[in-house]
């Protein structure tokens, strides 16, 4: 478990850094209309893709890691839910195409969409559900970070001014895609693909609950964007794109642990090892505030310098969007712990399915009534508003199907041990560096701070193992 939450770790570290590295180079050269028009196409793409997914890429990784151990129901189940999968894709696709036909508003950027379409009709390719469930998360980082070096450096070869917004169009659909192309060649290895005795019939009803509970979810994840799109301006699509971008960027980091632990908890939960899941909903429960909490507050407290640093001058607009939407890496964190560490796995999507029902009418009402209003503000204020209602909805139907003990006191420790981070970013301003020595001083100084506090002050247990565990590493290497 702990090579495979390295990997994950490694493959979470790719995933903020190659946002990183690409979008200050992009969001230059682009600019916020460049980048709106970009970042509405790929929406409206990965939005049908999911439509598509039908809940499958959380769902597998349950059933695969059922079977992990029977090659020939290992490759039963796979190739029922490959070819539910498979038929979805090709279905939503003809749907995707002819709306994107049939509606004015698209014609504008027609290429675009038509290039973004791969997403849709390639969805059935997303097999990471497959290694997940198998613990196979070496195969899944190697592959991702190979393929987003490859998209970096065309990035850079091939996107020079204004006019190449489709070049980066077709290097971000290559860096979503092309592992999973990969994955589709080398799946042989793992399962093979069977066309007799199967039984579809079965996965519909859980699919039901985690397909509806996702595209209630993706109104207020994805359609977000759209709604601000059509009611607003592509520019502040742009802007809200580049705060959105920043703010999410630490949220795979994250949800890291709680992604390798989602096979353990199913198979914990089939055998009634109740005292084992609490142990590693302790463990989970623990990295999840004691990352999250700082980080969010840090992006409030540093929002210009993040702003300026990696999107540039043209999106200061962007800042107080960003300070708004600072809270998302806490409020998803607990989201996601609730929702597919205790729920998925303990076979309540129905309840999941309720939250984010709830979640999907606030996101609707309010994009609405603010979008007009305050346009990337109103978005920005409308998915916070979401997230807290249905990350408290996840924690009423947790407390009332289950038993289980969550540590509330580490939510305040944490907060209270980043009380010096606005103050540290005040007075580092106050010496008139540059905004990349401003941020690159500011969060380590604020890191400092944070991990003083809970090492000397509240004495983190969790903190001071991980110490050990570096200094027994690094008192090994050395001997050896």
Request: net charge positive; hydrophobic share 55%; charged share 10%.
């Amino acid at each position: 478990m702990k090579k495979n939450y390295l990997y994950n770790l490694i493959l979470s570290v790719s995933n903020l850094l190659f946002p990183i590295l690409s979008f200050p180079y992009a969001s230059r050269i682009l600019g916020p209309i460049g980048i709106g028009k970009v970042q509405l196409s790929v929406t409206l793409a990965q939005y049908f893709g999911l439509i598509a997914a039908l809940g499958i890429p959380i769902y597998g990784i349950q059933e695969i890691a059922k079977h992990r151990h029977n090659k020939e129901q290992l490759s039963k189940v796979f190739s029922e839910l490959f070819g539910i999968f498979f038929l979805s894709s090709i279905a939503v696709a003809i749907l995707y195409f002819v709306i994107i036909n049939l509606f004015p508003f698209f014609h504008q950027n027609y290429a675009m969409y038509i290039y973004a379409g791969v997403i849709v009709l390639f969805a059935f390719t997303t097999l990471d559900w497959v290694y997940a469930g198998l613990e196979q998360y070496r195969i899944i980082t190697i592959r991702s970070i190979s393929i987003k070096a490859i998209a970096l450096l065309l990035l850079y070869l091939l996107v020079h001014d204004s006019g190449d917004a489709i070049y980066f169009l077709i290097i971000t659909l290559f860096s979503m895609m092309g592992n999973n192309l990969i994955s589709l060649y080398f799946i042989r290895k793992q399962a093979t693909i069977q066309f007799q005795q199967l039984a579809f019939k079965k996965h519909l009803k859980p699919l039901f609950y985690i397909f509806a509970t996702t595209m209630a979810a993706s109104i207020y994840t994805y359609l977000d964007i759209l709604l601000l799109g059509f009611l607003s301006t592509e520019t502040a699509v742009g802007y809200y794109t580049a705060a959105l971008k920043l703010t999410k960027i630490a949220i795979p980091f994250i949800t890291a642990a709680g992604f390798v632990l989602i096979p353990k908890f199913a198979i914990q939960s089939n055998n009634h090892e109740e005292q084992s899941i609490q142990a590693l909903l302790n463990k989970s429960w623990h990295y999840i505030v004691f990352f999250s909490v700082p980080i969010s507050v840090g992006f409030f407290s540093l929002a210009k310098e993040f702003i300026l640093v990696f999107s540039g001058d043209e999106f200061t607009q962007a800042i107080p969007t960003m300070q708004l939407l600072s809270m998302l890496p806490f409020l998803i964190g607990l989201g996601y712990f609730f929702a597919f560490q205790v729920l998925v796995p303990m076979g309540r999507s129905k309840e999941m399915f309720y939250a984010v029902l709830v979640g999907m009418c606030v996101s609707l009402i309010l994009n609405f009534i603010l979008i007009p209003l305050y346009q990337a503000n109103g978005t920005a204020i409308t998915i916070v508003f979401t997230e807290l209602v249905v990350t408290t909805l996840y924690f009423y139907f947790v407390s009332k199907h289950f038993s289980y003990r969550y540590d509330w006191i580490l939510v305040l420790k944490s907060s209270l041990s980043c009380v010096f981070f606005i103050p540290i970013a005040i007075m580092i301003r106050q010496l008139n560096f540059n905004n990349v020595i401003v941020l690159l001083v500011a969060i380590g100084a604020s890191a400092l701070s944070y991990f003083c506090i809970q090492y000397f002050i509240f004495k983190d247990k969790y903190f001071k193992q991980i110490l050990k565990d570096i200094q027994r590493k690094l008192f090994n290497s050395t001997h050896e």
